[in-house]
């Protein structure tokens, strides 16, 4: 599964930008404060999707992750949350209303 590393795209840095990397889980684990981990999943029609699993090396409450604005690896469009955060660094997932669409 991909990993996608984040850069802040504003002052209050609650808004990242994306991009895709060679970097194993291993690696983003010890190296990068926060990444997304890509997953693909088969909708309801058939059709492969792509999700996002946002995870910080920091804990986030829910309020604070929640406030994260991130833009789409592929076509930096902002991503939709999806699914709640599994606990203080695994946090939501996320899909992109964009890509999703083709
Ligand atoms: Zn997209």
């Known amino acids: 599964m991909a990993i996608y590393e984040m850069h802040k795209a504003d002052k209050a840095g609650t808004v ?18 926060m990444y997304l981990e890509g997953h693909l999943i088969e ?18 409450t829910i309020e604070a992750a929640l406030a994260l604005d991130i833009n789409c690896p ?22 992109c209303p964009a890509c999703d669409k083709n």
Do not use: V, W
Request: proline share 3%; net charge positive; with cysteine.
């Open 43 to 60: 909708n309801e029609n058939g059709k492969i999707r792509r999700r996002y699993r946002l995870h910080s090396d920091k804990p986030f």
């Open 16 to 33: 990242f930008t994306t991009k895709d990397t060679l970097y194993t889980k291993e690696y983003a684990e010890q190296h990068m404060p």
């Open 74 to 95: 592929e076509c930096n469009t902002r991503l939709k949350q999806i699914g709640r955060c599994l606990n203080t660094h695994d946090l939501g997932l996320y899909k």
